[in-house]
């Protein structure tokens, strides 16, 4: 070792000595301090006595997943920023029990036209890459509760978006070996009524997740602990939580959830069913119905846009009803079947109007009007407010009517 080298590692050697020796006289001094009302980690007692080692909400914020009458678990998108959904508040939709899974039982199966089938512990899932992916995950029935007489933004709280990460399926289909034949799988859930859906084969092999981490931590129970599927822009009956098995088939297997309940049907006796993509969608968040302008002048019009076929190209906002429209600045990064969040200055004049916003996709798909689409289901506008058929994919513009006075008001209620 020549002299430099020697000179530089007692320079490390002393810089560490030092460091010891300051941080000694740094606890010296929190003892000290302790007296003074800190503990070792130089925290007053009333806030040490306050924090529990998990946060939870100021009790100023009344942000929760309720929306009576309708059904607990909507996620309150009027009043929040960004595009990542809290886990506390991603909404939750389940047809059967919520089961508690000890990660540490829990096995995922892949079998059926497979080379070889083969069985994972979470561990042995966890030790493959992963992927981490943003993505929004929205029921079937989304929006449904907006036409239906929901007040707030909330009525579109069906949908969510969060960070997933977790294993491709691709990477265990290419260990288990897919057959020749195989072009669709089916996914059982490990609730009490196995809920089940069939997913073609080709959308198992691109995109679709084996996840275990929602926003930084594990999945929450209610989202589907230990283990779920995400299958981007699929609709939400799809991405089975709980999962346990998967099946290599040859055919769709006309489950309970792809025939029963969630075909949609038309008056004339018609039903589509195997709908898998969500369609475009655009909200306004703020103004939106609930909230009060506090008077007119500047106000910024923010929003959430997405769709099922990939990333949202466009979003134009109203504030005349439709008489003219105006480009919204996307706010990046712009990610595919993710919730985009778009802004557009506006000044209020004061006087009663209509706020509309309508989306574009990657593909050039577009959101219709109420009108258009009742037009292309044959049925009066009104007709989805009273059927009791149920509504699925519905992405008709959202209208929200402001008052002379600053309220507003859901446009949907004035069918
Ligand atoms: N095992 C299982 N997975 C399920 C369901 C279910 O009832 N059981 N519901 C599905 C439906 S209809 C939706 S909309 C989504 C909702 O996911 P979330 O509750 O995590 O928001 O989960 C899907 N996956
Ligand atoms: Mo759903």
Known sequence: MDEKKRGRRKFIKDSLVNTVALAGVAAGAVTTARGQGQDAVGMAPERRNAFTGRSAPSKFVKMARTMPPETPGYTPLQDMVGVITPNELHFMNTHYNLPEIDPAAHRLMIHGLVDKPMIWTMDELKRLPA??????????????????????????????????????????????????????????????????????????????????????????PENGFPLRMVIPGFSGVHNIKWV??????????????????????????????????????????????????????????????????????????????????????????????????????????????????????????????????????????????????????FNAIQPWRINADGSIENGFAFI
């Open 131 to 220: 992927v981490t992916r943003v993505h929004f995950l929205e029921c079937n029935d989304n929006s449904a509760a907006s036409l239906k007489g929901g007040k707030t933004a909330q009525g579109h709280g069906r949908t969510s978006c969060a960070e997933w990460t977790g294993v491709l399926l691709s990477t265990l289909l290419s260990e288990v070996g897919v057959q020749r034949g195989a072009s669709w799988i089916l996914a059982e859930g490990d609730d009490s009524g196995k809920h089940s859906k069939s997913i073609p084969l080709e959308k198992a092999m691109d995109d679709t997740i084996i996840a275990y981490g929602q926003n930084g931590e594990p999945l929450r």
């Open 244 to 393: 346990r098995r998967i099946k290599l088939v040859d055919e769709p297997y006309m489950t309970k959830a792809e025939v029963a309940s969630y075909s949609s049907v038309r008056p004339d006796g018609k039903a589509r069913w195997f709908m898998m993509e969500m369609p475009p969608k655009s909200v306004i968040t703020r103004p939106s119905g609930g909230q009060t302008l506090s008077g007119p002048g500047f106000h910024e019009i923010i929003g959430l846009a997405w769709s099922g076929r990939g990333a949202i190209r466009k979003v134009e906002v109203s504030a005349d009803n439709g008489a003219t429209w105006q480009p919204a600045a996307l706010q990046g990064p712009v990610q595919r079947m993710a919730h985009t969040r778009f802004r557009l200055p506006w000044t209020w004049d004061g006087k009663a109007t209509t706020l509309l916003s309508r989306c574009e996709d990657e593909r050039g798909q577009t959101q219709p009007t109420l009108a258009e689409l009742s037009k292309a289901w044959g049925v009066p506008a009104d007709w989805w407010k009273q059927t009791r058929n149920p509504i699925n994919l």
